[in-house]
């Protein structure tokens, strides 16, 4: 009941927080891109909403609501750090990518750990949280030492809980190449979205079909295919190389070229790749 308490009061809370309009949100933007931060604060107030809205979607996937409101609440103020009005799209469009990585990272996370000893867990979990705050404070990944400076902790045993993290970290399966994907949960679930949700996805589409024409003709035509764009419906690597007239392993390597050069595509921008490819 407190912990129902709680959420209620913040959803409550929240909800006092004014959207901004386009022209507000660029006004803002620039602000906050030179360091205003009273503008960087407005612009974190505006979106805690859409922070709200995307963790509900993560329920029950091992983490409170509470839980997945900060792990995407760090998210957002990632967001607001790195964007950029001038580059042509909303800012719930960019903020929805890196709320949902923070989300996904953490959930990954907790699912991976939760087979160690309770107090090891808890320690972990302090641990990463520290270094995922510490990265987007100083703009790299901390070190053992920083991390330990920050907790007030000893080196060697940061150091220790780090290894234990990448021994666990290397059992996961990373994105790559070879895998295959689902895009965005817009894409394949949008007879669950609201209005809102729809306005936000269809700028995504547009992005994500502006940069699927910074392709070749054939790794557009491919990825289009395979993941249901461009007036395609989804299809396997089998369907797609029969409509094309490639093997199946064809396909898939120009899948694997496709994706690569959206990565970096991406990247340029301050995006990941995996905010729209998941597992």
């Known amino acids: 009941q407190r912990v129902l308490d709680a959420t209620q009061l913040y959803l409550g809370e929240i909800g006092y927080s004014p959207l901004l309009t386009a022209e507000e949100e660029v006004y803002f933007a620039r602000r906050a891109l030179r360091g205003d931060v009273a503008s960087r604060r407005r612009m974190i107030e505006s979106n805690l909403r859409l922070v709200v809205k995307i963790a509900r979607r993560y329920g029950n996937r091992g983490l409170a609501l509470l839980d997945l409101i900060e792990e995407g609440n760090l998210g957002l103020i990632r967001a607001v750090e790195k964007f950029d009005p001038e580059r042509g799209f909303r800012f719930s469009t960019y903020a929805t990518w890196w709320i949902r990585q923070t989300i996904e990272r953490a959930i990954m996370n907790q699912t991976r750990t939760i087979r160690l000893p309770i107090h090891i ?159």
């Open 121 to 279: 867990v808890k320690e972990l979990n302090v641990y990463l949280r520290t270094a995922r705050e510490l990265s987007h404070k100083l703009d790299h990944e901390p070190s053992a030492e920083e991390i330990a400076e920050q907790l007030d902790k000893p080196v060697d045993d940061v150091s220790r809980m780090l290894r234990l993290n990448e021994r666990i970290t290397s059992v996961d399966t990373p994105l790559g190449g070879d895998s295959e994907k689902a895009l965005l949960d817009i894409l394949a679930d949008e007879k669950e979205n609201g209005p809102e949700d729809t306005t936000q996805d269809d700028d995504m589409k547009q992005s994500i079909v502006k940069w699927l024409f910074e392709l070749n003709a054939k790794q557009r035509e491919v990825l289009a295919r395979r993941f249901g764009l461009l007036g395609y419906e989804a299809a396997t690597l089998e369907d797609v190389g029969r409509e094309i007239g490639l093997t199946r392993e064809r396909v898939r390597q120009i899948q694997v070229e496709g994706l690569r050069r959206l990565r970096e595509i991406l990247q340029t921008q301050g995006l990941n790749i995996e905010a729209l490819f998941r597992e």
